[in-house]
């Protein structure tokens, strides 16, 4: 492995798979967005971006949400994009969220976001149950996509009423790697806000299907390609 300052230099996320899978050390400061105690992985953000990061013990709770954490890991692929292992975490307080980057589907569909705290705003068609999680199917203007928050929370009153929601960006890939759509992880009901002016959005059921959907490699880090998809296959990504 080389050194955590290389790997810092050259900025986790930039790393193709291969590089990721070398286990290079690094060294992370930032907020942590995301994060429950189901969950063996909890996002971190600072000034560059996000990433997604591995918990090494089960019987640890995980940070919460809004704290300023400063960890030591190793790298690792992650599917779509690289990820943390945690070897060490260390508590610096808490500092509160960051202004969420208000976002399209479109955007986060280019990768470009991957991992970032956003806001996006969409009409929702429906409420279900995933597993541990409740899920918000949204319409957008740009296709349909998911939210995803803690099963305990009740949301069945803001169907058919258009919100906005404040969460983690993650890619929703193919067997090869290819991005198929973008879920956003929400840590509460308080990160949802309901727009009471329906009119001012221009939220239409889209008919159309999504492209420019993105492959995270080695050259460019992210290749564009052309595929067209109907209902993203969504693998458990948490």
Sequence with gaps: SSAASDVYKRQVMELSPVEA???????LNGVVTWSHPRSM?????????GVRVS?????????????????????????????????????????GLPKAKEVTLEQVMTGIDEARWVAMTGYVRGVSREG??????LSTTSGIM???????????????????????AVAV?????????VDLWVSGREYVQRIEKRA??????????????????????FHLSLIHISEPTRPRLI
């Design 21 to 27: 899978n070398m286990a290079d050390l690094v060294n």
């Design 173 to 181: 890939t193919d067997g090869e790697g290819r991005l198929t759509g």
């Design 132 to 137: 541990n999680w409740a899920r918000l199917e």
């Design 200 to 221: 001012e959005v221009g939220i239409d059921l889209p008919t159309t299907a999504l492209k420019d959907v993105g492959t995270f490699g080695s050259a460019a880090h």
């Design 146 to 168: 998911a939210a995803f928050l803690p099963g305990e929370v009740d949301l069945q009153d803001l169907i058919g009423v258009v919100v906005q929601v404040e969460g983690v």
């Design 55 to 95: 918990r090494n013990d089960s019987s640890v709770s995980p940070p919460l949400t809004g704290s300023h954490v400063a960890l030591k890991g190793v790298t690792a692929s992650g599917g779509f994009a690289p990820r943390v292992r945690t070897t060490e975490l260390a508590s610096l307080g808490t500092i």
């Design 41 to 49: 992985m909890y996002f971190l953000q600072d000034s560059t971006g």
